[in-house]
T-cell receptor
């Protein structure tokens, strides 16, 4: 069975600082993808970044980067230069190659303060 | 281009009534997914459609839940005889295909409240 664990229910960070949101996963599949989504108070799920299990380089998208450590089964999201608009819930998710659905963690609420 | 759209954005209903929730996927996306998010929880997979193939209904919580996808585009999620535990945000997502690890793009959701 696949499982995503996000151990930080809430995080605070000061504007312009970097923050790391933790995500660990469990799967017996060799081929899988890891995703991070942002959910602001409006409720929409916004795709941020994707890492494939065979990708050798860590994924980066603007201020977002994914610290992928395959042996440790972790896929932490790093947000650099935090902005007030980054305040939201952040969900880590995974999908095995031979399945249809995304498995989500319980999320981390990030609050950015001035 | 236009993203995934869902309607209504909010729905309040009485226990025992039936409700229909609608999803319009991104044009050209062949895969469509329904998820449910209860208060303070992550997302729970409900059902998945890929083209004309039989849907994967493995996540539907009971036989009160059903979904259709007409013409390979718009989808409707129907909940019959609603219960208070059905109160949640229902999110629809679509992706270009499902044979690879394509990114799923989500709609804004429908917030369902069962009184």
């Amino acid at each position: 069975a696949q499982k995503i664990t996000q151990t930080q229910p809430g995080m605070f960070v000061q504007e312009k600082e970097a923050v790391t949101l933790d995500c660990t996963y469990d799967t017996s599949d060799q081929s899988y993808g890891l995703f991070w989504y942002k959910q602001p108070s409006s409720g929409e799920m916004i795709f941020l970044i994707y890492q494939g299990s065979y990708d050798e380089q860590n994924a980066t998208e603007g201020r977002y980067s994914l610290n992928f450590q395959k042996a440790r089964k972790s896929a932490n999201l790093v947000i650099s230069a935090s902005q007030l608009g980054d305040s939201a819930m952040y969900f880590c998710a995974m999908r095995a190659y031979n399945t249809d659905k995304l498995i989500f963690g319980t999320g981390t609420r990030l609050q950015v303060f001035p | 281009g236009a993203g995934v759209s869902q309607s209504p954005s909010n729905k309040v209903t009485e226990k025992g009534k039936d409700v229909e929730l609608r999803c319009d996927p991104i044009s050209g996306h062949t895969a469509l997914y329904w998820y449910r998010q209860s208060l303070g929880q992550g997302l729970e997979f409900l059902i998945y459609f890929q083209g004309n193939s039989a849907p994967d209904k493995s996540g539907l919580p009971s036989d009160r839940f059903s979904a259709e996808r007409t013409g390979g585009s718009v989808s409707t999620l129907t909940i019959q005889r609603t219960q208070q535990e059905d109160s949640a945000v229902y999110l629809c997502a679509s992706s270009e295909t499902s044979g690879s690890l394509d990114t799923q793009y989500f709609g804004p959701g429908t917030r369902l409240t069962v009184l």
